[in-house]
């Protein structure tokens, strides 16, 4: 197994990346230009260039999910800092009426990625396909380990670019959720999702109290694997998160056949922070007005009802980041 911490060694360990801060707490860049050249924008605002091997974290998708981060819209971004983008399976089949949607296995994973059209304009790389690695956990409330795809390794500076939205377990899918699941291993996945009980994915088990009878607990476990990876890359040369709110359904981007998005698109955030980043945008949708056009209601219930700003609540608590924050609008 490759050794999760050789980048540590003396010597060979980079100054720490600092969290843009001022006296209103973290900043958060905002533009309203949701667009190749709105992504391209907020991200030189952040004033970090990804350097060396860089992976940029999406999720490319459930088969039939209509709402996934757009080829088009992303890739002026991934080939500006010469990208790969990365992912890894999930822990799930869609069913079997759906088999060709499924990401459960990387068979199966790369025909999606190809039907997407990710893979005519990046390199993109599973970064579980070949095994896994163990990183520390600082928060080892539930946890012993984070367990992520084994090509994490090969990873100098990460982008967590996320399609901010509702989800079904966990209220909402933002910065942190792609840090910690969108980068777990199937083992990993399991892990984070039994807060700590089942190390090892046992299908047999997927959805029983066993796997899912802990929320706080799984939520708890989100926020300590999302720090793994933040301070995986903060040893390297860095780690940046932007959050694209647009075609926000109430379910994930990883549901085969998602509710209807009721929200309009809002725009793109992004820190140097996760925890204000996400709570930014929690914000923005508890302050959106109901119109003809435009409901947060059903984002709203399905966060209150998974209790999903424990998340942040926990990430802050734990030290990732601040939930205190200003905005910047870039576009003024």
């Given at each position: 197994m490759l050794c999760a911490a050789a980048f540590m060694l003396a010597g060979c360990k980079p100054p720490k990346q600092e969290t843009s801060v001022n006296d209103e707490g973290a900043v958060v860049y905002l533009t309203k230009d949701i667009s190749p050249e709105g992504l391209v924008k907020i991200y030189k605002a952040l004033g970090i260039d990804a350097k060396g091997h860089v992976a940029v974290k999406i999720s490319t998708g459930e088969g039939s999910n209509p709402n996934y981060l757009?080829?088009?819209?992303?890739?002026?971004?991934?080939?500006?800092?010469?990208?790969?983008?990365?992912?890894?399976?999930?822990?799930?089949?869609?069913?079997?009426?759906?088999?060709?949607?499924?990401?459960?296995?990387?068979?199966?994973?790369?025909?999606?990625?190809?039907?997407?059209?990710?893979?005519?304009?990046?390199?993109?790389?599973?970064?579980?396909?070949?095994?896994?690695?163990?990183?520390?956990?600082?928060?080892?409330?539930?946890?012993?380990?984070?367990?992520?795809?084994?090509?994490?390794?090969?990873?100098?500076?990460?982008?967590?670019?996320?399609?901010?939205?509702?989800?079904?377990?966990?209220?909402?899918?933002?910065?942190?959720?792609?840090?910690?699941i969108g980068c777990a291993s199937a083992n990993g996945k399991a892990y984070i999702h039994s807060a700590g009980k089942m190390e090892v994915l046992d299908m047999e088990k997927l959805w029983t109290p066993e796997f899912i009878g802990d929320q706080d607990g799984f939520l708890e476990n989100m926020a300590a694997a999302a720090q793994a990876v933040v301070n995986y890359f903060q040893q390297k040369q860095g780690i940046i998160y932007i959050n694209v709110m647009n075609n926000m359904s109430i379910d994930c981007d990883c549901v085969d056949h998602p509710e209807p998005v009721k929200l309009e698109d809002y725009g793109i955030l992004a820190s140097t922070d996760p925890v204000a980043l996400d709570q930014a945008c929690v914000d923005i949708i508890n302050n959106q007005q109901v119109t003809a056009t435009n409901d947060p209601t059903d984002l709203l219930s399905r966060i209150d009802q998974q209790h999903g700003t424990h998340t942040i609540d926990w990430a802050e608590k734990i030290g990732l980041g601040s939930k205190k924050y200003t905005i910047v609008d870039i576009d003024k």
């Open positions: 757009k080829p088009e819209l992303i890739k002026d971004l991934v080939q500006l800092v010469d990208g790969t983008i990365v992912e890894c399976n999930t822990a799930y089949s869609s069913g079997p009426d759906d088999l060709q949607d499924d990401r459960n296995t990387s068979a199966n994973h790369w025909k999606v990625i190809e039907r997407h059209g990710f893979i005519p304009l990046f390199k993109v790389d599973i970064m579980d396909e070949d095994g896994e690695i163990r990183i520390p956990v600082a928060d080892t409330s539930h946890m012993k380990y984070d367990i992520v795809g084994s090509h994490m390794a090969n990873y100098d500076f990460m982008i967590a670019l996320n399609h901010f939205k509702g989800h079904p377990m966990g209220g909402y899918g933002g910065a942190l959720k792609n840090l910690s």
